[in-house]
């Protein structure tokens, strides 16, 4: 096959990870808002922390950027915003060897799950800048009993093979080919030193094997493209710790082939669980 860029940076991710440990500062049972945003997106940011706030949710906000934002712009985001907002830029949190031609490659989908790592919110509820809840306070979804039980809370897409104009050759198959190459085998095993894994165990034996769930999927049959949104969804960070680190190795080690292989971060999720 042709050498190109996304390969090889895949395959050297491998070896030699860039991504750093965004162990972040979280404050116990902690609850908030994350969205991920750039100066073309700020007012749309602005309208759903609105939107937010008129249906009845108070929680503090974080709006994430990957050096896209001036001061001007936080400052502008900090003004209008209702709730309380801190504006963080992820390259403060990212590994400072990290090359630009790397921190721009963030910028877009990648930032969103990074943004989730990083937060320092234990509870997190993620939202596009473009989302709406009608009717409803959001802050509600943390009572949903699938929540409670599970510690997270993903949303399914709708089953579709494809959408005209997006760039997606094969999503299935390249899923079938991770699965069974790379997250059945030791090299996802979480080494020494990974978030949420000290003095814990996966419970995992390495290598394992996927499940008929994981299989019967219908991105991984091939009867969609896409498995769940990502527009909307809620997480435990603590509870879901397995989660939260197979979505750190997921980003460290396949992040490029990912995100030219899949539509944005949506599926990234999923794969973690």
Sequence with gaps: PELTDGPVRSAL???????????????????????????????????MLSRLYQNGCTLPVELWHVNEMSHEHEAFARQHARQSVQV????????HSLREDEILAMQGFM????????????????????????????????HTSLYKRNGMLLFRDRAIVRIHGQPLVDPPRYLRQLIHRHLSSSLLAPRPGDPYVSALSWGIDFPWQPSGELLSAPIVTGKSSH???SSVLLLHKRRAWRM???????HERYRYELYTQLHGDKETYWLAC
């Design 111 to 142: 930032c969103k799950p990074l943004a989730l790592l990083a937060s320092d919110f234990e509870q997190v509820l993620m939202i596009d800048h473009e989302a709406y809840i009608f009717d409803i306070n959001a802050t509600t979804l943390f």
């Design 88 to 95: 963080r830029n992820l390259r403060d949190v990212l590994h």
């Design 244 to 250: 939260v680190t197979a979505l750190h190795l997921l």
């Design 227 to 229: 498995q769940i949104d």
């Design 13 to 47: 991710a491998q070896y030699s990870p860039q991504v750093p440990k965004v162990e972040a500062a979280e404050v116990a049972n902690s609850r908030g808002v994350v969205s991920c945003t750039a100066p073309r997106l700020l007012n749309q940011s602005l309208w």
